[in-house]
Every structure is written in structure tokens, then in C-alpha cells.
């Protein structure tokens, strides 16, 4: 729990760094290649090339390329649409993503994940809640994909690498390899060249995402999804939206009801408290 607890302190600045200084301002393509480009750099020198199974290589690739690859794709585009508070708010379907997901891979309904994810769901609403009009649509649709690969990714990582005995050091590095061929890829496409950053702050910026927010944030985050059931996870990841809307209120000066955001912090914190109960008469009665 503590490295997730860690990666969302970490991921709480991302938010209002991206949509106060890159989004549009400087390319989103752009962006997501620069960024997955440092993350792959920083995990370079860890890769086992020998004695990893060509088919661990293959899933982390094919995981990497869809929650870090896919996910930016659609993450970064958001903020052309949405404020931050607002990019935020629409994240509040991941936890639900993440428990439907696991329940249809495992074959099975699981009331007590549902309801965590829903309880976490309600509390990142409380937050703030806002009419959605058509104004909002795209932005809406492009954070829900985003969502889908975020939640995809985490449940399938996890899959693969609990109880695993390959130090994830060692074998994470494939997981930006194949976030970077997604981003290099699309800039190819979609990049426009006139937009590249033009100012140190912007280069800064990319420089600590890259490095640190992705560099250590999601191997910290997908090696604390291992360590963890899928209840807790899922609530995690709505913890991020007091934690980001927090940051950009205090440093930014955004306007909140910063009562609605003790509300609905304390109702995710609930969620994440009833998980555990759970879990541990589960195991008791076990």
C-alpha cells in the first residue's frame, strides 16, 4: 500500500503541470513521446536481457503499450477539452473499470470489489460534481478511454507479475519499450513539429514527468498493484482526485468547494477502510 500511497503524492502535481503548462501550449503527441522516451532511458540500464522468457517480454510490451502508451494518447488530449478539476473528476470510473475487468477475466462476479469501486466512485463525485452538456462530451469520452487503459494495464500487470520471482527492476523496462513504439508511432502521424516546447519551465516540466512521474511513479505504482487485492487498487486510484485537485487549489489557485473535497476525501478513505475490513474477515472465516 505504502508505494501506492507514495506514486499518488507523486501523480497529484501531473495533473495541474500538464493543464497549466503543456496543454496547448506545447504538442500533445509531443509530450507523450518525450515522456515515455526519458521513462524507457531510466530503466534501460536494469534490463535482463538473458534471462527473461521472450513471452514475459511480449505481455509487458503489449501491457506498457496500452496503459502508458495508449493511455497518454488519450490522457494528454483531454486537457485541450477539460480543465484540470474537470479531468480529474471524469477519472472516477476507473476503480469500476478495474473491478468489471478483473471480474471478467476471472470468470466471476465479486460484490465486495463492485461495491468498494462504487463507494470510491461516489466520494470522487462529491468532490465535484458538475452538469456534463456537450461542451464536455469529447473530453469526457477521451478521459474514459483513458481510463480503460489505465484500469486494463494495472489488472493485467498485476496478473502477470504477482508471485513472479524476476526483480520487476529488471523486466520493467519493457514496459516503456512498449509504451514508447505507441508514442512513436503516433507522433509520426499526428506530431505537429510547430508546437514543440519553447520555454526551460516547458522542458523542465517534461523533464521531471518523464523521469519521475513516469520513470519511478509507474513502477513504484504497478509493483505496489501486486502487493495489493483488487478492492484496494481500485480505491487508490480515486485518491488521486482529492490528492490533484488539492494541489492545484493551494499552489494554483484554482477555484473548489473545499468542502465537498473533505467530503469526498473522507468517503474515499471510507472505501478504502471498508475494503480492508472486508478482506480481513474474509480471510478470518477462511
Known amino acids: 500500500m505504502g508505494y501506492l500511497f507514495v506514486t499518488t503524492l507523486l501523480w497529484a502535481f501531473s495533473f495541474s503541470l500538464i493543464g497549466v503548462y503543456l ?26 536481457l538473458s534471462t527473461i522468457p521472450k513471452a514475459i517480454i511480449a505481455k509487458l510490451m503489449l501491457i506498457g503499450a496500452i496503459q502508458l502508451g495508449a493511455m497518454y494518447s488519450f490522457y494528454y488530449h483531454s486537457f485541450l477539452y477539460l480543465s484540470v478539476p474537470e479531468v480529474l473528476l471524469f477519472t472516477v470510473m476507473t476503480p469500476l473499470y478495474i473491478a468489471l475487468l478483473n471480474d471478467v477475466i476471472e470468470r466471476r462476479f ?13 466520494g470522487a463525485v462529491a468532490i465535484r460534481y458538475q452538469g456534463v452538456d456537450a461542451n464536455f462530451v469529447t473530453g469526457l469520452l477521451l478521459v474514459q478511454a483513458a481510463n480503460v487503459c489505465f484500469a486494463t494495464g494495472q489488472v493485467t500487470y498485476k496478473r502477470l507479475m504477482t508471485g513472479s520471482e524476476l526483480p520487476q527492476r529488471t523486466v520493467f523496462g519493457w514496459f516503456f519499450v512498449g509504451a514508447l513504439i505507441v508514442a512513436t508511432v503516433c507522433f509520426a502521424l499526428f506530431g505537429d513539429t510547430n508546437k514543440l516546447p519553447t520555454t526551460s519551465s516547458q522542458w523542465g516540466i517534461l523533464i521531471y514527468l518523464g523521469t519521475v512521474a513516469s520513470g519511478f511513479g509507474y513502477f513504484a505504482w504497478n509493483k ?33 468547494d473545499l468542502i465537498k473535497l473533505s467530503v469526498g476525501g ?17 480471510i478470518n472465516k477462511a
Open 110 to 122: 465479486n460484490p465486495q470489489y463492485l461495491l468498494v469501486a462504487l463507494l470510491a466512485i461516489i
Open 266 to 282: 473522507a468517503i474515499i478513505v471510507s472505501a478504502l477502510l471498508l475494503n480492508q475490513y472486508l478482506n480481513r474477515n474474509a
Open 23 to 48: 496543454a496547448g501550449q506545447v504538442d500533445a503527441w509531443f509530450s507523450v513521446l518525450i515522456r515515455v522516451a526519458l521513462a524507457t532511458l531510466v530503466f534501460l540500464p536494469f534490463l535482463n
Open 224 to 256: 505496489g498493484a501486486t502487493l495489493v487485492n483488487v478492492g484496494a487498487l481500485a480505491v487508490m486510484n480515486n485518491l488521486l482526485i482529492p490528492a490533484g485537485i488539492l494541489v492545484n487549489v493551494v499552489i494554483w489557485n484554482r477555484e473548489a
